[in-house]
T-cell receptor, first 114, second 112 residues
């Protein structure tokens, strides 16, 4: 059983489209995260939710909207996609916010915007 | 956030110990040091973390200097599967949350 699973793994789309990436964890963790890894391999945190509550919101365009329907799921919706959104997006979870250093990452979702 | 400095790349022969250094001279007294690695195209994997004392687990050992301004991750017997980018991170805590800020890491190449 995959601990942190993301879908889709690959996503190719046109500029201006809206797309979503889904993430689910079966570890029973309270806290989930979205990270973005760009073409230069820098890995940056975007959002964090603790038990459905947003606790970290980095400087991210408001075209990006995370949604957490329950603590096992954290989805990422992106409106009006731009070329610069092309990246690998990683979902992660931790036991709770106190264990924010011990993250379990998914395999990533590679988004390509044409 | 405390900044970390790592060499961009290192080589290690298979079977030998890999010693990966990290400088974090601006670390605060209550900030932890974490190590992760990322094998090509996979999600980052947690390795180990520590505050003051040296730590060891089934994957690696973490040696933190007494002044806490630097640390070394030791893979005791490197294998080809240990080829990856290794990230040294200082965890930063705000009032409501903690976060990890990844740097550029060290690309470790294990060779035959």
């Amino acid at each position: 059983d995959t601990a942190v699973s993301q879908t889709p793994k690959y996503l190719v789309t046109q500029m201006g489209n809206d797309k979503s990436i889904k993430c689910e964890q079966n570890l029973g963790h309270d806290t989930m995260y979205w990270y973005k890894q760009d073409s230069k391999k820098f890995l940056k945190i975007m959002f964090s939710y603790n038990n459905k509550e947003l606790i970290i919101n980095e400087t991210v365009p408001n075209r990006f909207s995370p949604k957490s329907p329950d603590k096992a799921h954290l989805n990422l919706h992106i409106n009006s996609l731009e070329l610069g959104d092309s990246a690998v997006y990683f979902c992660a979870s931790s036991h709770d916010r106190a264990f924010a250093g011990e993250l379990f990452f998914g395999e990533g979702s590679r988004l390509t915007v044409l | 956030d405390a900044k970390t400095t790592q060499p961009p790349s290192m080589d290690c022969a298979e079977g030998r110990a890999a010693n990966l250094p990290c400088n974090h001279s601006t670390i605060s007294g209550n900030e932890y040091v974490y190590w992760y690695r990322q094998i090509h195209s996979q999600g980052p994997q947690y390795i180990i973390h520590g505050l003051k004392n040296n730590e060891t687990n089934e994957m690696a050992s973490l040696i933190i200097t007494e002044d806490r301004k630097s640390s070394t991750l030791i893979l005791p017997h490197a294998t080809l599967r240990d080829t990856a980018v290794y990230y040294c991170i200082v965890r930063s805590d705000t009032g409501t949350a903690s976060k990890l800020t990844f740097g550029t890491g060290t690309r470790l190449q294990v060779t035959l």
